[in-house]
């Protein structure tokens, strides 16, 4: 018979270069920049959803 085994740990700081990397806050030194052209939005924030925060803040409202 199978199983599933779930670990959660506490985060150890905040989400914040998290948030600054999905929302390309900065540019990482491994970064090509001629290629950022390529680049793709794959999820749509809702209307006056501006930034991964508020998202998260909307769909909590919204849930």
Known sequence: ???AVL???????NDSGNT?????AY????VDPSRT???????QF???VTNRSEAIE???ATA
């Open 37 to 43: 052209h390529l680049n793709r939005e794959l999820v």
């Open 20 to 24: 600054a990397h999905i929302a390309r």
């Open 46 to 48: 809702p209307a006056n």
């Open 1 to 3: 018979m199978g199983y």
């Open 27 to 30: 540019t990482p030194s491994n």
């Open 58 to 60: 909307h769909r909590i």
């Open 7 to 13: 670990h959660i740990d506490k985060a150890r700081s």
